[in-house]
């Protein structure tokens, strides 16, 4: 599945971004999609994850309570809105796919790159102080 992002951009801190990330082609049913972020300097990490068929939901601590991850069946895109934004969630955002089930039981075992099979292009996220 190719995926292309779209949204971000520079926002101060304590506003509000949404990302948005479409298939250009088949659709994401049956499959895990998730965001990730690579601040400068630091490695790629998971923000949030979603499973297709029924809209459970993980996050990472650092992002619990103020990023939601959502879908859209009839447009076959996947959100990322972030609010309440501080200075050091500004990274790259990228969107990922991954055809397997890493959801059970409430419980997410996935975030491992390897785990997705297509990648979005990125979008820079910057918040200003």
């Known amino acids: 599945v190719q995926l292309a992002q779209s949204g971000g951009g520079l926002v101060q801190a304590g506003g509000s971004l949404r990302l948005s990330c479409a298939s250009s082609?088949?659709?994401?049913?049956?499959?895990?999609m998730a965001w990730f972020r690579r601040a400068p300097g630091k490695e790629r990490r998971l923000v949030a994850a979603?499973?297709?068929?029924?809209?459970?939901?993980a996050y990472a601590d650092s992002v619990k309570g103020r990023f939601t991850i959502s879908r859209d069946n009839a447009e076959n895109t996947v959100y990322l809105v972030m609010n309440k934004l501080k200075p050091e969630d500004t990274a790259v955002y990228y969107c990922?796919?991954?055809?397997?089930?890493?959801?059970?039981?409430?419980?997410?075992?996935?975030?491992?790159?390897?785990?997705?099979?297509?990648w979005g292009q990125g979008t820079q996220v910057t918040v200003s102080s």
């Open positions: 979603i499973r297709w068929y029924d809209g459970d939901t």
């Open positions: 082609g088949r659709t994401f049913s049956g499959y895990e």
């Open positions: 990922a796919a991954d055809s397997s089930s890493r959801f059970s039981s409430g419980t997410y075992y996935g975030g491992s790159e390897p785990d997705f099979d297509s």
